[in-house]
C-alpha cells in the first residue's frame, strides 16, 4: 500500500488551517507545537478507522 495520499486544494488548505490553529492553541496553553500536518492526520485516522463504514447506497460514512 503507498504510504502517501494525495489531497485536493481544498483539503490542503482546510489542513494547514487547522494546523496553525492547534499550534496557536498549543503555545498559549504552554504546550509545543506540533512538527508537521502529518500529525493530525495520524491522529484523524487513529480516531475514526474503526468507524469507516458504507451506507445502503454505497456511501463512505464515519459511524458515530
Do not use: C
Not at 37 to 61: A, D, F, Q, R
Amino acid at each position: 500500500m503507498p504510504q502517501t495520499v494525495k489531497l485536493n486544494s481544498w483539503e490542503q488548505e482546510a489542513l494547514e488551517e487547522r494546523f496553525n490553529l492547534i499550534n496557536k492553541k498549543l503555545i498559549m496553553k504552554g504546550f509545543k507545537p506540533l512538527k508537521s500536518e502529518s500529525e493530525i492526520v495520524h491522529k484523524i485516522l487513529e480516531m475514526t478507522i474503526n468507524k469507516v463504514n458504507i451506507t445502503e447506497s454505497g456511501n463512505i460514512i464515519i459511524d458515530d
